[in-house]
């Protein structure tokens, strides 16, 4: 006799009935991802964004039209203009005035009138204020939770973003960056639905000839707030600014050093027990 099998609340719009049509949904966790899609409002002229693919997969997978997506280190808003074309509702958060205004600019160039509601605030995600004022703006547009968290943090000092003190990149050392980024995650994480996922993107580091492996350290912190780990992606990291055209610098380097050349990070996926 067969087991009956608990109903499972459907978290997407995907029709299982026809699961063998969606070509363009992945489900290893090798993300080869080649090159940054463009176009849609996307550029890749912000030293640290993240490519538009991810935030397409994580909303494809784990939101349904309408429901709501919150990222709190939006930089130039590579979410939320998925989000407003895949019919989802989104707030973003950031420290830098920058970030905000070219994310309203890049908004109302590439969608003149989303499906749903999508705004960008300016402001510290470690501070519980900064919650206060999403939840207010979530209650005004009548969604009592979120159904989608995205954290793309600074991968530590990496790259500087702001001179800001409250700026995660600007932590003094990896303790520090640790502790501001489970507030983050302590920040939002109630604001999320039950069984609802959250989506971390992340890179380690090296420091004086040591491998920092700040994936798994955030890792820890998301699993000690009340998330089981769902999945561990590992995507291809293209060139980037910082190392375009210095492959072989790099590979000198790595093989003087006695280490290998960054080519991957993470794309990790917890769900809120
Ligand atoms: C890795 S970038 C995110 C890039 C983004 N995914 C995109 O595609 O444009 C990290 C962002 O976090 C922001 N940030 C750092 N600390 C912050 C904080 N305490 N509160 C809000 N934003 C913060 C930085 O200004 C930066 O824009």
Redesign the pocket.
Do not use: K, M, R
């Given at each position: 006799m067969r087991t009956p099998t608990r109903p499972q609340k459907s978290l997407n719009d995907l029709d299982l009935s026809a699961w063998d049509t969606y070509d363009d949904i992945i489900t290893d966790s090798l993300w080869l991802l080649g090159k940054r899609l463009q176009g849609d409002g996307h550029s890749a002229d912000?030293w640290?964004?993240?490519?538009?693919q991810?935030?397409y997969q994580a909303m494809r997978r784990f939101t349904k039209r309408g429901e709501l997506v919150i990222?709190?280190?939006?930089?130039?808003?590579?979410?939320l203009i998925e989000a407003a074309r895949l019919g989802r509702a989104a707030i973003g958060?950031?420290?830098?005035p920058h970030?905000v205004e070219q994310?309203r600019q890049r908004l109302t160039q590439a969608h003149q009138a989303p499906e749903a509601p999508v705004e960008v605030l300016l402001?510290?995600?470690?501070?519980p204020s900064?919650r206060a004022r999403v939840h207010a703006l979530m209650q005004q547009w009548g969604y009592d939770c979120a159904h989608l968290l995205?954290l793309?943090?600074?991968?530590h000092d990496i790259?500087r973003?702001?001179d800001?003190p409250?700026?995660?990149?600007?932590a003094p050392d990896e303790k520090a960056f640790l502790a501001?980024f489970e507030r983050?995650v302590q920040n939002f994480a109630p604001l999320l639905a039950q069984e609802r996922f959250l989506v971390l993107?992340i890179g380690d580091k090296y420091t004086r000839g040591e491998w920092i492996p700040l994936g798994f350290y955030c890792m820890e912190r998301v699993l000690q707030n009340g998330f089981k780990l769902k999945s561990i992606c590992v995507k291809d990291i293209q060139e980037n600014r910082g190392k375009r055209g210095q492959y072989s610098l790099w590979r000198y380097r790595a093989l003087k050093h006695h280490f290998y050349v960054f080519k991957h990070e993470y794309v990790m996926f917890f769900q809120k027990r």
């Open positions: 912000y640290g964004n993240f490519v538009p991810i935030p990222d709190p280190f939006v930089g130039l808003g590579t979410t958060i950031d420290l830098q970030c994310t402001g510290d995600s470690t501070h900064t995205i793309h943090p600074p991968y790259i973003f702001s800001a409250e700026d995660l990149s600007n501001a983050v993107v």
